[in-house]
């Protein structure tokens, strides 16, 4: 057995898995390295995939031609489509999954990946060796160690890999330490040894390492709670799912449960604060703002007299369930004595406690937009190491650097997403120009462009741009061709049937729209709030002839039709706007300017700009402390 590869990616969870495929895919020979073949792609936290702005991702994800929404329709056990109030633009899918399901579903794709091969171990060190030149201009970096490149890794087990890139996506596992009440344990998660001595190895390259904290609620034991006492929550049974390929969810559909804490709760876990490592010292790192603990909960919003908790399933075969809403690092029986004050879990059995997990991540803004280092060259980073919350982000920043690091062997150009044309780009854009100061977490807030960034049309955005540079199959394009044909054949048709007021007014008043004055072309009435294409379709029989000819995707398609005709002079606006700020991203300054000589520019300008080095204008905007004048002093250079 040979251990030289093209593209090595340092740990198996959902940046791994999606970075190790990509590349494999893209032909690059490529190794994913895991602790334990067991726990690939595996659910620390919620066993649920999306979620609001998340669900945009892995359908970003999909349309690309990565897996990770394919594998969520196939191990299902609810689904529901979020913010159906709203507009489309915050209509966002999630799905509860199986877990051990999601684990062995993923594991049989990566088994079957041409160019790819597995490896069970710890990587312990980065090994770099000098490169022939350099440009890095990196703060930490000195002249000794600024002109270095990867050339392998060892592992604990004394096998030397070579390769020109490595990905690292290792997750909470650098020095990861988990707390529990004053309790404290070295591990990656609950029964899992850490990684030790490869962050220390990373950092010397001059790479910046910090700390961050993320916790996960404890799991119970079914048998032991009262459902009659808290509220059911089904999911939907439509045709909603991740993937724009495959078939439709196969396994049993299961409920959530609702329930809420109380003052005696609140009470009980008051007295158990001291022992908190969040407030008694024990825990100096920063956490999730917007995944608060349940102490954290207690202690910010000290007015509430209850909480809301989401009781959901592991799986389909299985007891356990995750309790969503108490994320906790409090001693053990502070937890169960408090949640048995819940009259739901009076009987209450768990089959092991919430606990806190400290980690390494390493300065984002020490990367392109490509996620390879500045510092060191062919290393890229992915995940959670990048100081990002969540399966959805990591399994993003996971695709994008495996298909970077493939293009790198390549010799070709980096693969950089913008933000108008998916989260994803958003999502590295903001770590790479802004960096992080708290586990970042993707929201549809963070989108200047949401109404383009749409959870029904990422096939329109991203697959025949993902064809083109050999991700997405032939058969993927195929199918958005068809898809994008129908869409266009329906939107023709709407905008060129005249529709006569006699014939359709009475069917308008039952629908409790407007009556017409005269006639209209349909294009109008589908843009009525009141109406779609399916109760039109009632009203015209001729619209219904048309709607009942699509064989393929119906529903999918006669949506993703209806948004694009409801929302066009939304979305033609936005794009009119896009365009004018992507001339700002065609301006290309790096290299071009030494920051700190300029003293035209704010004191903050030029220390923001000297660190991060904007690929263009429009990053250097986008940059805190970089204010228009300071952008306006660089165009007025630029034209000289």
């Excluded at 009781?311 to 053990?332: A, D, H």
């Excluded at 854009?429 to 383009?452: C, H, N, Q, W």
Aim: contains cysteine.
């Amino acid at each position: 057995m040979e251990f030289n590869y093209d593209v090595i990616v340092v740990g198996a969870g959902h940046a791994g898995c999606e970075a190790a495929t990509a590349a494999a895919k893209l032909g690059a020979k490529t190794c994913l390295i895991t602790m334990d073949m067991n726990k690939i792609a595996q659910m620390s936290c919620n066993p649920a995939i999306g979620g609001i702005a998340k669900g945009q991702i892995v359908r970003e994800i999909d349309a690309l031609g990565g897996h990770t929404g394919e594998v969520t329709d196939a191990t299902a056990i609810q689904f529901r489509m979020l913010n159906r109030s709203k507009g489309p633009a915050m209509w966002s899918p999630r799905a509860q999954c199986d877990r051990a399901k999601f684990i062995w579903t993923w594991r049989e794709i990566l088994e079957n990946t041409e160019n790819l091969s597995i490896w069970q171990d710890q990587v312990v060190e980065l090994l770099t060796e000098k490169s022939q030149t350099s440009h890095v201009k990196m703060p930490n970096v000195t002249r000794e160690n600024a002109k270095r490149h990867v050339c392998g890794l060892r592992t604990m087990q004394g096998v030397i890999f070579k390769a020109p890139c490595v990905i690292i996506t290792a997750g909470t596992f650098l020095n990861g330490l988990m707390h529990i009440g004053r309790t404290k344990i070295p591990g990656g998660r609950c029964a899992e040894l850490p990684s030790l001595h490869l962050s220390e190895s990373i950092a010397a390259q001059g790479i910046t390492v910090g700390r961050m904290k993320t916790g996960t609620p404890v799991r119970i034991d079914g048998r032991s709670v009262d459902f009659s006492l808290m509220q059911r929550q089904d999911g939907e049974a439509n045709f909603h799912k991740f993937s724009y390929m495959g078939e439709p969810r196969q396994l049993p559909q299961l409920p959530c449960w609702i329930t809420y804490t109380n003052e005696a709760v609140h009470e009980r876990l008051r007295a158990a604060l001291p022992d908190s490592p969040l407030y008694n010292g024990q825990i100096q790192s920063i956490g999730p703002r917007y995944c608060p603990s349940i102490e954290t909960k207690l202690v910010t919003f000290s007015e509430r007299s209850e909480h809301q908790l989401f009781l959901e399933p592991e799986g389909s075969s299985t007891r356990e369930l995750y309790l969503n809403g108490f994320s906790s690092s409090l001693p053990i029986d502070a937890q169960i004595e408090a949640l048995k004050l819940i009259p739901a879990f009076r009987n209450l059995q768990i089959y092991r406690p919430g606990y806190a997990i400290e980690y390494d991540y390493f300065d984002p803004t020490q990367l392109r937009h490509s996620l390879e280092s500045k510092i060191v060259d062919g290393l890229f980073m992915a995940g959670q190491v990048n100081g990002t919350t969540g399966y959805e982000e990591a399994a993003g920043q996971g695709l994008v650097a495996g298909v970077n690091a493939a293009r790198k062997i390549a010799g070709q150009e980096p693969f950089v997403m913008r933000r108008d044309e998916s989260y994803i780009g958003v999502l590295i854009d903001d770590l790479v120009t802004k960096g992080v100061d708290e586990p970042y977490r993707m929201f549809t807030s963070r989108a200047e462009y949401r109404i383009l960034l749409r959870q029904d049309d990422a096939d329109a955005r991203l697959t025949e741009r993902s064809y083109e540079m050999g991700l997405a199959s032939r058969e993927r394009y195929e199918h958005w061709l068809r898809k994008k044909q129908t869409i266009s054949e329906i939107e023709n048709f709407c905008s060129t049937f005249s529709v006569k007021a006699a014939l359709i007014n009475p069917g308008l008043k039952a629908l409790g729209s407007e009556e017409l004055q005269r006639g209209c072309k349909l294009i109008d009435l589908v843009m009525r709030p009141q109406l779609t294409l399916s109760n039109l379709a009632t009203l015209i029989p001729t619209l219904s002839d048309k709607l009942n000819s699509i064989k393929d995707r119906r529903d999918e398609i006669i949506e993703a039709a209806e948004v694009r005709m409801k929302y066009s002079g939304y979305i033609r606006r936005e794009k009119e706007i896009a365009e004018k700020i992507q001339r700002l991203e065609n301006i290309r300054i790096k290299g071009h300017f030494n920051y700190e000589d300029i003293k035209s520019l704010s004191t903050e300008a030029r220390q923001k700009l000297a660190k991060i080095d904007p690929e263009t204008m429009a990053q250097a905007s986008r940059i805190p402390g970089v204010s228009p004048s300071d952008i306006n002093v660089l165009l007025v250079m630029m034209n000289r």
